[in-house]
């Protein structure tokens, strides 16, 4: 009996260190697409028809000024989530306030710039009557690079975003939370949460 015990709590503890782990990662890439978006090079585009010269940046794109923003507030909100996640209490009311309502944010904010960031991804202007698409220029190479790899690492936040939720909702990881949550071989943890620590023998 208590060895199945054992084995349930180490099963929880795993899958809150999943999770708190795919947090961070969410973290990283949400701050990376940020700062590839808002760091791409401008490019200026010459037109061979007689158009005049246009200088590109990531700012003449509402969605791209939108995934910066947005991915930086979502960092930043993860950010919270996983200092939660860590410090929080058995009865941590903020925590237990916070985190719902976190959870639930994050992926809104996230979501919502990489698709208006896909969505925008043509990066085109009209011209002298014409509509330009910035990246069929030999000019624009750099900076289209670029913001295609800041919307794809984006996307791959939204991924791990999900897979942390999965893992968060999965059965053994609701037991853990209602033994008390921890984390990660915490020795204060186990005495919370582990009732065969001693021996099957209640404390002193």
Same mark, same amino acid.
């Given at each position: 009996m208590c060895e199945g015990e054992k084995k349930k709590d180490s099963s929880s503890g795993a899958l809150y260190c999943v999770n708190l782990a795919l947090r961070i990662v969410v973290l990283g890439l *949400?701050? =990376?697409?940020?700062?590839?978006?808002?760091?791409a090079s401008q490019c200026t585009i010459f037109l061979y028809y007689g158009g005049p010269l246009h200088?590109?940046?990531?700012?003449?794109?509402?969605?791209f000024v939108y995934l910066v923003v947005a991915s930086s507030i979502g960092a930043f909100m993860e950010a919270i989530a996983i200092f939660l996640t860590i410090?929080?209490?058995?009865?941590?009311?903020p925590a237990k306030v916070l985190l719902p309502l976190l959870d639930a944010a994050v992926p809104v904010v996230l979501y919502? *710039?990489? =698709?208006a960031a896909f969505a925008a991804g043509d990066m085109s202007y009209c011209a002298v009557g014409k509509r330009v698409g910035v990246c069929t220029t030999a000019?624009?190479?750099?900076?289209c690079n670029q913001v295609h790899i800041a919307m794809y690492?984006?996307?791959a936040?939204?991924?791990?975003?999900?897979?942390?939720?999965?893992?968060?909702?999965?059965?053994?990881s609701g037991k853990k939370k209602e033994g008390g949550g921890g984390g990660c071989g915490s020795d204060s943890d186990s005495d919370k949460s582990t009732p065969c620590h001693h021996g099957c023998h209640s404390k002193h």
């Open positions: *949400a701050v =990376a697409a940020a700062a590839l978006m808002a760091t200088t590109i940046t990531y700012k003449d794109f509402g969605p410090c929080k209490k058995k009865d941590g009311t919502s *710039a990489t =698709a000019a624009a190479g750099n900076f690492v984006s996307l936040a939204g991924v791990a975003l999900l897979v942390a939720e999965i893992v968060k909702h999965w059965p053994d």
